[in-house]
């Protein structure tokens, strides 16, 4: 039961991440939309759709991946029977992964490519978050502060 339990929280923990995500994504798709007809599929009409946004358009869209890392992360630890910084981490490393892939998949500016480290930087954190509860040193009484 202990490892049905862990992989349902890593389950829970990257859907919930991913949908944190893709919702932050679409917000900033309102704030800068796409041509009228835009067509995703169209490498010549993303990469000069992309080339396009000012640097502020990627902002939400750096929040949004770190998200991910960070809330499926403390998400998937806190949920998990054990090993929470396993399970931060994994996440972590699963959203990073998926960084790398859009990376080299969509023509995104090259300075976007700074976000990657931070992928396992969150997710660490998202985990000693959960070490610290489990382990007494956060209390609700330091919450309330």
Known sequence: MFY???????????YLGMKFNMDLVNANMNLFPPPEGFDWT???????YLSSLPASAFV???LAHLGQAFFGGWLAARLAPGYP???AMTIGILSMVGGIMNQMLIPLPAWTWAEIPFYLIVAYGAGMLEVNRRSGKI?????SQ
Do not use: H, P
């Not at 049905?4 to 990257?14: D, I, P, Q, S, Y």
């Not at 209390?139 to 919450?143: E, I, L």
């Open 4 to 14: 049905l339990k862990t992989f349902g929280a890593l389950v829970v923990g990257l």
């Open 42 to 48: 169209d490498a010549v009409a993303t990469e000069a």
């Open 60 to 62: 939400l869209v750096i």
């Open 85 to 87: 910084m396993r399970m």
């Open 139 to 143: 209390t609700a009484k330091d919450t």
